[in-house]
């Protein structure tokens, strides 16, 4: 059975950092692209970054500079590292994978709450 679980989120102050994890397990995790999307309430779900199979990495232009993504093959989890956290990072931030690349991110996991204070 596919799975992905977030961990990490929380509540933050504005400027602060977070970590989020997501362990992966019944699939491939070296061949799958894994990212992460979040929805803030009231908006669409959003694309903030992913990491495809072959070692690309890709970010929304609202995080870059700030935000992290990377995987550990090891332990089958992918992270997102995020610093100087803004209100508007308030969001349901969801780790998703896909075995054909970042534009077909397939299978979701259940997500996890962040929470940023000005």
């Known amino acids: 059975e596919v799975q992905l679980v977030e961990s990490g989120g929380g509540l933050v102050q504005a400027g602060g950092s977070l970590r989020l994890s997501c362990a992966a397990s019944?699939?491939?995790?070296?061949?799958?692209?894994l990212g992460w999307l979040r929805q803030a309430p009231g908006k669409e779900r959003q694309g903030v970054s992913c990491?495809?199979?072959?070692?690309?990495?890709y970010y929304a232009d609202s995080v870059k500079g700030r935000f992290t993504i990377s995987r550990d093959s090891a332990k089958n989890t992918v992270y997102l590292q995020m610093h100087r956290l803004k209100p508007e990072d308030t969001a349901v931030y969801y780790c998703?994978?896909?075995?054909?690349?970042?534009?077909?991110?397939?299978?979701w996991g259940q997500g996890t709450p962040v929470t940023v204070s000005s």
């Open positions: 990491s495809s199979s072959d070692g690309n990495t």
């Open positions: 019944g699939f491939a995790f070296d061949a799958y692209a």
């Open positions: 998703a994978a896909g075995p054909r690349g970042c534009l077909g991110l397939e299978v």
